[in-house]
């Protein structure tokens, strides 16, 4: 497989340093991306990037990915417009190991020359000086050059100003590139394209430094087709982790991708070759409303990041919410799974003493949770065969509901009509 082709097909490649092709075409190279540690786990931000090491393997390169132990205690200025708050080395410790048990999902770590690598760039600057550094670093680029960067100029020019210690930022991650390029024989570092300035910068001072040559890659920074911003919803991040971000919410945000998004995710964050692809294009476009691209990313990115079982159960939940799954299904989630599910649906709580002793569903829906704003709205709903509980139909307006009704000893699912849902919660 060529490295650089695959990247251009699937619309993923931006910026290329003239002769990157050329070496990648002479045999195996080694290249790295940095990922940022400010928290413990990747999210879908994270995976075009990953994508892009996974590709880099499977075209016969060793990937390294190095996690920026010693570069988030600085903080990179790139597209932001403020300064981050710096995290305590206790912390970034915690944060690099969830990373690192993620990217062990997706890169091979044990497959002979081409294995990956994960290097921490913490391990090198630790005992590296000040006064070393802006010895053996700082002398070799100018401070017009470092001027000349947007990611310097955006911020300078802008109304909070930029400290020295973001301003050094590219040269400490010029000096990852050095460190590795002299080190492990890293001839290429890659990114997202905001990161242009930062890997170049990396390319002169080894040029400057030692007379070396190094190379350069950029990836397209991901965007959704309607101008918001890729990754995020109502409720922040999309996280690759589990506790963060439940595998039914992650399956449900490649569900929900626009059909324009889909055609151009598809190709960037699955492993399908082009000829799969363009038969579940043709597909789509035959038949939109059945969602086929939608439902092959989504099955696809969830099995990687979760697994078959995660994605089983989220294609379970969806049923259950939008379909005919019964209630029984809630018996194989755990009380974090039932919540996760039920996120964003009204919760209401009872005594579970009430329930042991019996409750009149009208009481139930009205008076000890507010389902329903009075128990006449109440009774006229059940009447009319459009209140459930546990997706059976309320029979009559006198039926008691007791502890036997729990779900896992703990839940009641009320509805009102077929899409209204109510979680309430015995305690």
């Known amino acids: 497989m060529n490295f650089v082709e695959e990247l251009r097909w699937r619309g993923i490649l931006h910026d290329i340093m003239p002769g990157t092709e050329e070496l990648l075409n002479k045999g195996m190279v080694s290249g790295y991306i940095g990922f940022d540690p400010t928290a413990d786990s990747l999210h879908v931000g994270s995976l075009a990037q990953i994508m892009t090491l996974i590709h880099f393997q499977l075209a016969g390169h060793k990937p390294f990915a190095l996690v920026g132990g010693a570069t988030g205690m600085v903080g990179d200025p790139s597209g932001k417009s403020a300064e981050r708050n710096l995290l305590s080395e206790e912390a970034l410790q915690h944060n690099l190991a969830g990373i690192k048990g993620q990217l062990e999902k997706f890169l091979n770590f044990d497959c002979g020359a081409n294995s990956a690598q994960m290097v921490n760039n913490y391990d090198w600057f630790k005992e590296f000086t000040f006064l070393n550094f802006i010895r053996d670093v700082g002398k070799h680029i100018t401070v017009n050059y470092m001027m000349a960067k947007d990611s310097v100029k955006n911020r300078i020019n802008g109304d909070t100003g930029m400290s020295f210690t973001e301003f050094t930022y590219q040269l400490v991650q010029g000096y990852d590139f050095y460190y590795l390029w002299k080190n492990h024989n890293c001839a290429l570092q890659m990114g997202g394209s905001d990161q242009w300035g930062n890997i170049v910068t990396g390319t002169e001072l080894i040029r400057r430094k030692d007379a070396g040559e190094a190379f350069a890659l950029t990836t397209q920074l991901i965007k959704k087709s309607d101008g918001s911003k890729f990754g995020k919803t109502e409720g922040g991040n999309i996280w690759l982790d589990a506790e963060k971000t439940s595998p039914y919410k992650f399956y449900q945000f490649w569900l929900n991708t626009s059909d324009v998004d889909a055609k151009t995710y598809i190709r960037i964050f699955t492993l399908f070759n082009k000829e799969t692809i363009e038969g579940l294009e043709a597909e789509q476009d035959a038949a939109p409303h059945l969602r086929t691209l939608q439902k092959a990313l989504a099955k696809d990115i969830t099995i990687r990041v979760h697994g078959e079982a995660e994605y089983e159960k989220a294609i379970k939940s969806s049923e259950f919410l939008f379909g005919n799954t019964g209630i029984e299904f809630l018996n194989e989630l755990s009380d974090a799974e039932v919540l996760a599910l039920f996120d964003g649906v009204p919760n209401h709580t009872v005594k579970l003493a009430n329930l042991e ?71």
Request: glycine residues 8%; positive net charge.
């Open 357 to 427: 002793e019996g409750i009149n569903i009208a009481d139930l829906l009205a008076v000890h949770t507010t389902v329903f704003a009075s128990k006449g709205e109440a009774k006229k709903m059940i009447q009319a065969g459009g209140a459930s509980i546990n997706k059976a139909k309320i029979a009559t307006v006198d039926d008691i509901y007791t502890t036997d009704t729990l779900i896992n000893g703990k839940y009641l699912v009320a509805q009102k009509g077929k899409k209204n849902y109510f979680l309430i919660i015995a305690e």
